[in-house]
């Protein structure tokens, strides 16, 4: 017998496979029927005008394959024990997809994928149009330390072949460990062990971490409301029944905290995402008074201090806690910037070997470069200076961008001002509202973002989100912090 192929002897794709997927094809399709007697390779090979090694290997892939079998001396038939579903892949063959799916509707009961959740916009789709970009929590890139970076690299990377190799604790690389504890004493007033701190990738590993440990169905979690979405939308997933907690502009308002068991709180007490507040020290002391009476572990994120604009550095509501309760959780991603994924917790003791397993369920632990690399970093001093001098870039960027809403807005109400790195404007009365004022602002290339496009999460309680405008200046330099201003308030000027 014949077997119509038809070659393109042009093609990129190597005969032999051609000839091989033409064949599994007619199998899957039923035109060439179980047990059927195929043409010999030199026979195939005379009827297609291919060498007889080209035929010779397509029929031991389809071997291999199980799709056809040989007899010694008698031939090579199609395989006429392939399973029932063989008759699903004959359709699959000829079949569109739209219509693969229509029948696996009609006839499989899929098995429910449980995940359920939302994203967080960690990405303006805009962006590529936008030529001011004031986009929120964005480390300058100018500013990454990628000489030094590149300088322990080249010092660690000879000698790691057995670390690159191996597996580590799940927990984190030691040297690291001992150095963010290290830079925490001073800079945060926690005083914690090194065991303590469990190296994670990214706050967003933290925060599933620790919601793997604390929160079932319907656990019950305070947010503050409005808060950061990426937490948000992790509790969700995890199952939990979130009680929103009103920010004002000193912070959380604690005296609205419930009255109830509670598993877990989450807060960020030192720039309050993203309203800006810092907690009051009588709030703080209300809060970790709550979290004793009420069983609560308080989840402190604590991811921009590093940018305390006025006064000096505030000790960490993990720092000024007598009960044990505070999870404190930092990023590297404001610091240095969120493409490296490193984090960490500090946990109370009790909690060490449950986030180890965790971690270790999860991952296996870290990359070890990283973590490597950045231990050196920090114990050398250089994420110390590193850190004082963005500062100043912070700074004096906040400081523009001040000045250019109050020379072309006039009177503002902003908040947010005492650190971090990005600001909120409550938007006055004459002015259009704040999705109004993103749409505007876009249309002459320039980003500003209103509390949902800027990771924030308000659970549907809109009185926050409508006149309030965020808008984040680490990124961007001073000149085009004032054009991007200005270009705004031009833009403005035939509407208001
Ligand atoms: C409140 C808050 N927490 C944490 C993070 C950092 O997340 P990660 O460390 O996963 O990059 C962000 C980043 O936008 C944030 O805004």
Redesign the pocket.
């Known amino acids: 017998m014949q077997i119509s192929i038809k070659l393109d002897f042009q093609s990129d794709e190597s005969l032999q496979n051609q000839i091989f997927e033409a064949i599994r094809l007619q199998i899957l399709s039923g035109q060439l029927a179980p047990a059927l007697l195929l043409p010999s390779t030199r026979v195939l090979s005379e009827q297609l005008g291919v060498s007889r090694n080209t035929t010779v290997l397509a029929y031991d892939r389809l071997i291999a394959e199980d799709y056809i079998y040989s007899r010694k001396t008698i031939g090579t038939f199609v395989n006429d024990s392939l399973p029932e579903n063989s008759l699903t892949l004959s359709n699959r063959a000829s079949l569109s997809n739209k219509k693969i799916n229509e029948r696996a509707e009609r006839h499989f009961e899929r098995n429910p994928v449980v995940f359920t959740g939302r994203v967080q916009d960690?990405n303006n789709p805009n962006r590529e149009k936008l030529d001011i970009d004031f986009w929120?929590?964005r480390p300058d890139p100018d500013s990454f330390p990628t000489k030094s970076w590149r300088k322990i690299i080249n010092q660690i990377l000879p000698f790691s072949g057995s670390e690159m190799t191996k597996y580590h604790d799940p927990a984190g690389i030691y040297e690291l460990r001992k150095s963010i504890a290290n830079h925490l004493r001073p800079s945060r007033g926690i005083d914690a062990e090194p065991d303590q701190v469990i190296v994670v990738n990214?706050?967003?590993?933290?925060l599933n971490i620790i919601s793997r440990l604390l929160i079932k169905q319907n656990s019950p979690v305070v947010a503050e409301c409005p808060c950061?979405q990426?937490?948000a939308y992790v509790f969700e997933s995890y199952g939990a029944k979130i009680h929103p907690v009103n920010v004002d502009e000193k912070g959380l308002d604690v005296g609205l905290l419930p009255d109830e068991p509670i598993s877990l709180a989450y807060v960020?007490p030192s720039h309050q995402?993203p309203m800006g507040a810092t907690l009051s020290l009588k709030r703080r002391i209300g809060l970790l008074d709550w979290a004793k009476s009420t069983g609560a572990y308080i989840l402190e994120?604590d991811?921009?201090s590093d940018f305390r604009h006025k006064g000096s550095p505030l000790t960490a509501l993990a720092g000024q806690d007598p009960h044990g309760c505070v999870i404190y959780m930092g990023?590297?991603?404001?610091s240095l910037g969120?493409g490296l994924?490193l984090?960490y917790l500090v946990v109370p003791k009790e909690l060490i070997e449950p986030v180890r397993m965790a971690k270790a369920r999860i991952d296996n632990g870290s990359a070890w470069l990283q973590q490597a690399v950045l231990a050196e970093f920090i114990s050398s001093g250089a994420y110390t200076k590193h850190l004082r001098r963005i500062r100043k870039i912070y700074l004096s960027r906040r400081d523009c961008l001040v000045e250019s809403l109050e020379k072309y807005f006039g009177k503002v109400q902003l908040l947010g001002l005492d650190g971090g790195m990005h600001l909120i404007w409550k938007l006055p009365k004459h002015l259009p509202s704040s999705v109004e004022m993103k749409r505007i602002s876009e249309s002459v290339g320039v980003g500003v973002y209103t509390l949902k496009t800027g990771?924030a999460h308000n659970f549907e309680i809109s009185e926050y989100s409508e006149r309030t405008l965020m808008i984040g200046y680490s990124s961007t330099p001073e000149k085009l912090i004032e054009e991007g201003i200005s270009r705004i308030a031009k833009s403005l000027e035939n509407i208001i």
């Open positions: 960690l929120v929590g990214g706050s967003q590993e933290g950061y990426g937490a960020t995402y994120d991811y921009d990023t590297f991603s404001k969120a994924r984090g990771a």
